[in-house]
């Protein structure tokens, strides 16, 4: 009976232990414990936006203790910014923000994400800030007489404010109450946040965490999980502990779709692949049955497309571009030169309002747009020169071609006799008089009538 009760004590003492180390080790599910990492090194776009959305449904789905969302970003788009921004407030799992590494920055729309993580460190010789937005359409044109409506207190007067200004004091506006509001959530310094916006300042790591923008300062991964641990954040309206200390890192690498989003997300190279589908698509029509540059134009059209789709652009610009384009189109086949100069000038202003609201990263480049359009007006004028020629030289048939060539003289009596042109024996008359051995040609054909005539040095020097 003793024996038995040593058993059992022994056995649960040896349950309590495996207990204690799976919880130590694991979750309630027995899975091991881990933190995820997903780095975003560059301009924050759609690309972004897709590869933080998937890393958090890896996280929730193997029950990660946290995500750490690296960055080292100038800013980006504002619709990718607020996706973000949104998947963070509603993620099941905790994530930390950390700027690095060393030289790194979260600009622009990295402090809005920064200010929105649940815990936000900084690595030494990093900065944030610069969280101005972007005017939209580009600043508007002064003139003399109206510094005192484009100044630094521009907006602040609504009656004296042109409506560029106006629609500047509005983004000003929405981006200040958007951080304000991040800052209160997280209980971090909601003036300097408004002072980034409004004046475009930045601070170096330390005076950030002296702001209390920011909750620490760690050299890497490891010290960032050591000075996370125990903390209390907020998910989904309930608290919870951290217990990151010693966590194994598993950086999330971003699939061949989204790096392939990356790429083609910049508007210059949509424009381009967009060019690429078009004229592939062109060549096709014009040369049917060469296959290949209609499946690579086609391919690249819809690639080009699907990008300009993810991107805040004006359709009015679209449509002008597309224009452009089918005026230089038209312009290959009929030269006018009027359509070529008018296709120019609807792309150049298409690319110029394309955008709605540019980014850090999604610029319009003008020396891609401006290659690309003296480009497709050369290719255009080109291709329309060779065609006028063509035109003008458009080879003889029928009675045209008989005109002015070599015959022989087989019989003749009067005016009238045989010859041999082209290796066929022709009637023929004669207007002057022809013996046997001249040297003649074909002047005229009526019916199956040749008209001849003596040939001379002026007509041989011609046709050698």
Not at 68 to 96: C, F, H, K, N, Y
Not at 128 to 156: H, Q, R, V, Y
Not at 353 to 379: Q, Y
Not at 382 to 391: C, K, M, N, Q, V
Request: glycine share 10%; net charge negative; charged share 15%.
């Amino acid at each position: 009976m003793k024996l038995a009760r040593v058993a059992l004590i022994a056995a649960a003492f040896v349950a309590a232990v495996a207990v204690c180390s799976s919880s130590a080790t694991g979750d309630a599910n027995g899975q091991e414990r881990t933190a995820l990492r997903i780095e975003i090194d560059g301009a924050i776009g759609p690309a972004s936006a897709m590869q933080f959305e998937e890393a958090l449904a890896v996280a929730a789905e193997r029950s990660a203790e946290v995500i750490i969302l690296q960055m080292d970003t100038p800013g980006g788009l504002v619709t990718s910014m607020r996706e973000i921004i949104a998947d963070i407030l509603a993620s099941p799992v905790p994530v930390i923000g950390y700027v690095a590494p060393a030289g790194g920055h979260a600009a622009s729309a990295g402090t809005y994400i920064l200010y929105a993580t649940h815990v936000a460190a900084m690595a030494p010789g990093t900065n944030l800030g610069a969280a101005t937005p972007i005017e939209m359409g580009g600043p508007m044109p002064s003139f003399p007489g109206d510094d005192k409506n484009n100044g630094p207190e521009a907006g602040k007067d609504p009656k004296n404010s042109p409506a560029g200004n106006a629609m500047i004091a509005k983004a000003t506006n929405d981006a200040v109450a958007l951080i304000r509001s991040l800052a209160e959530l997280r209980g971090r310094n909601a003036d300097w946040g408004e002072k980034a916006v409004r004046e475009a300042a930045s601070l170096s790591a330390s005076a950030a965490l002296q702001e209390n923008v920011i909750d620490f300062v760690a050299r890497d991964t490891t010290e960032l999980l050591h000075l996370a641990d125990g903390r209390t954040v907020e998910i989904a309206g309930r608290k919870k502990v951290l217990a990151t200390k010693g966590l194994p890192v598993e950086t999330l690498e971003p699939g061949w779709l989204i790096r392939l989003l990356a790429v083609i997300t910049d508007p210059n190279i949509a424009v381009i692949l967009m060019l690429i589908g078009v004229y592939g698509l062109v060549f096709e029509f014009t040369s049917p049955g060469a296959v290949a540059p209609g499946v690579i134009g086609t391919i690249c059209l819809l690639l080009g497309l699907y990008a300009l789709n993810l991107l805040p652009i004006s359709y009015a610009g679209l449509a002008l571009m597309l224009l452009g384009i089918i005026f230089l189109v038209v312009e290959v086949f009929n030269p006018t030169v009027v359509l070529g100069l008018g296709g120019v000038a609807a792309f150049l202003l298409g690319a110029a309002m394309l955008l709605r609201i540019e980014g850090p990263g999604f610029e319009m480049s003008w020396a891609v747009i401006g290659t690309a359009a003296i480009l497709t007006l050369g290719l255009a004028l080109l291709t329309g020169s060779y065609l006028w020629a063509a035109r003008k030289n458009v080879p003889r048939v029928g009675a045209q071609a008989m005109q002015g060539l070599p015959a022989k003289v087989l019989d003749w009596e009067g005016s009238e006799g045989h010859v041999l042109a082209r290796g066929e024996r022709w009637r023929a008359k004669a207007d002057e008089p022809i013996a046997v051995g001249d040297s003649v040609e074909v002047a005229d054909i009526r019916g199956l009538v040749l008209t001849i005539r003596r040939r001379n040095a002026r007509s041989d020097g011609a046709r050698q």
